[in-house]
Nanobody, 128 residues
Framework: EVQLVESGGGVVQPGGSLRLSCAIS????????IGWFRQRPGKERNGIAS????????YFVDSVRDRFSIPTSDPKKMVYLQMDYLIPEDTAVYYC?????????????????????WGQGIQVTVSS
């Protein structure tokens, strides 16, 4: 059984940094993408970053491309989201997910319907 558990959230001041962790277990397949999504209050869950497990390529949406990164890790055990220069608009519940056998090999998909497994989510609040 695939399980994902996020950690590392909390409250941070604007301009600060946080590193989210996604502990992964039960993955027995090789072709997948790990994605990071967030959901602001009253909004839909939107993808912001993903990584291809086979080759490690990273993908980001424009709003976080210059501020967020995915540090190197073992994608079958742990994936991180390094968030720098945080702004209040980054306040949201953050989720990691796995897209198994991405359709057409699209590891950059940010469509939540493509994802098969999810963590429980973790709150990030950016406030002074």
């Amino acid at each position: 059984e695939v399980q994902l558990v996020e950690s590392g959230g909390g409250v941070v001041q604007p301009g600060g940094s946080l590193r989210l962790s996604c502990a992964i277990s039960g993955v027995t397949f090789d072709d997948y993408a790990i994605g990071w999504f967030r959901q602001r209050p009253g909004k839909e869950r939107n993808g912001i970053a993903s990584m291809s497990a086979p080759d490690g390529r990273r993908y980001f949406v424009d709003s976080v491309r210059d501020r967020f990164s995915i540090p190197t890790s073992d994608p079958k055990k742990m994936v991180y989201l390094q968030m720098d220069y945080l702004i209040p608009e980054d306040t949201a519940v953050y989720y990691c997910g796995i897209n198994r056998d991405p359709l057409w090999g699209d590891y950059a998909s940010f469509d939540r319907n493509d994802y098969d497994y999810w963590g429980q989510g973790i709150q990030v609040t950016v406030s002074s």
